[in-house]
């Protein structure tokens, strides 16, 4: 599975962004899809996941009620929309993919993603 992020840009505080994710293959309805980002100076974190059929999602506690995530199988892309953008979500924003199987609860980790797109970079100006 070969990941593109695209939508990334420098917005102000309390505007949206619309982050995308192109994912090759025919399997993608198979995998468990998940956004990360890296701020400068921080290590990876997770921002949303979403199970295979999209009816299951997890957001850590810095993007509940902001961001949504949402896939369409059909066209082979996941999406985080992101409002109310804040400076400290300013990060590269990675797309990945899993097959694992395990809960949603163990999908937080990197650890459990086996395909990353590029990142797409988001600058927030206060």
């Known amino acids: 599975v070969q990941l593109q992020a695209s939508g990334g840009g420098l917005v102000q505080a309390g505007e949206s962004l619309r982050l995308s994710c192109a994912a090759s293959?025919?399997?993608?309805?198979?995998?468990?899809m998940g956004w990360f980002r890296r701020a400068p100076g921080k290590e990876r974190e997770v921002v949303a996941v979403?199970?295979?059929?999209?009816?299951?999602?997890y957001y850590a506690d810095s993007a509940k009620g902001r961001f949504t995530i949402s896939r369409d199988n059909a066209k082979n892309t996941v999406y985080l929309q992101m409002n109310s953008l804040k400076p400290e979500d300013t990060a590269v924003y990675y797309c990945?993919?899993?097959?694992?199987?395990?809960?949603?609860?163990?999908?937080?980790?990197?650890?459990?993603?086996?395909?990353w797109g590029q990142g797409t970079k988001v600058t927030v100006s206060s």
């Open positions: 979403i199970s295979w059929s999209g009816r299951t999602q």
């Open positions: 990945a993919a899993s097959a694992s199987q395990k809960p949603m609860s163990s999908m937080r980790s990197e650890y459990e993603y086996h395909y």
């Open positions: 293959g025919r399997t993608f309805s198979s995998y468990a």
